[in-house]
């Protein structure tokens, strides 16, 4: 019972206990992990090869072949079973090395490794920037990648893109940026185009609704319709000719905002007050 008590004391002192929900994550996380290491090392592995036989890259620290002397190699493979995920890499300058993480668009630059997302960083202009130069053991222009779980080859192909344009090579960009389009869905509807359902001929965009267009927007018949009390409602005939008339939308909207801007004011203005006399 001592040491319980012991044990509680700490951990509500310290914070060392996870809550409910963080333990549910933790076990959930923990029962892929595994996988999720194999597919790192795995691209970390393709990753290292790449960067070894590029011309652009003076050495590269990896303890995997290619990566490290054969001694240190043995002494990690005593240790691991892997060879993990962190690659680190040198250019023979700074300036390249900087350019080349600018550059990087898959490879995100930030100071904590340790996600599934593949990560990238200079630890002499970020994490170790605030150690003095002459108490640095690390190169000015090293580079370190934490490579995550996304398919190697696009990854491989943001590394070489980076590289081309650190040494600047023209990069040819992708129209519009987007590796797919969508025609017939438009981001915003055209309200000079008829509603979907209706067929018109090119020329034939404002013409009166039919019926059976009616039966279309509505999913009524005329007859279910009759039977209706719409009075008060606007019709299909009324919702067409606001969709077809939208610069006068736009200034009945532009000249509402006024009313708008003084309802919020005037809101916080009777909050404001209602909190005054709580105060007294």
């Given at each position: ?15 060392t ?15 892929t ?33 290619g ?14 079973s ?7 890499l ?191």
């Amino acid at each position: 019972p001592g040491l319980a008590h012991r044990v509680a004391f700490l951990q509500n002192a310290e914070g060392t206990a996870l809550a409910p929900f963080e333990c549910f994550l933790f076990l959930r996380g923990i029962k892929t992990m595994h996988l999720r290491v194999e597919r790192a090392q795995a691209n970390a592995e393709r990753i290292a090869a790449f960067l070894i036989q590029h011309s652009k890259v003076k050495e590269v620290y990896f303890p995997g072949r290619g990566g490290c002397d054969s001694m240190s190699l043995v002494v990690h493979r005593s240790q691991a079973s892997g060879q993990g995920s962190m690659i680190s890499l040198t250019t023979g300058s700074v300036e390249f090395s900087r350019r080349f993480c600018d550059a990087c668009k898959i490879f995100k630059t930030t100071v904590s490794f340790g996600s599934v997302n593949s990560l990238i960083e200079m630890p002499c202009t970020m994490s170790h920037a605030s150690i003095p130069a002459e108490k640095r053991t690390l190169p000015d222009d090293l580079i370190r990648l934490s490579c995550g779980i996304e398919d190697v080859e696009d990854l491989i192909a943001d590394l070489a893109q980076a590289l081309d344009s650190a040494a600047g090579a023209h990069v040819p960009q992708a129209k519009g940026g987007y590796d797919s389009r969508f025609k017939d869905l438009p981001v915003v509807p055209n309200p000079g185009l008829p509603a979907r359902g209706i067929s018109a001929g090119p020329k034939d965009v404002t013409r009166t609704p039919s019926d059976s267009d009616r039966e279309v927007v509505t999913g009524l018949t005329n007859t279910e319709a009759e039977s209706l009390d719409l009075s008060g409602h606007r019709g299909p005939e009324e919702a067409f000719e606001d969709l077809a008339d939208a610069p006068t939308l736009r200034s009945s909207a532009a000249s509402a905002l006024p009313l708008l801007v003084a309802a919020v004011g005037g809101a916080a203005l009777a909050l404001a007050c209602q909190r005054a006399l709580r105060s007294r």
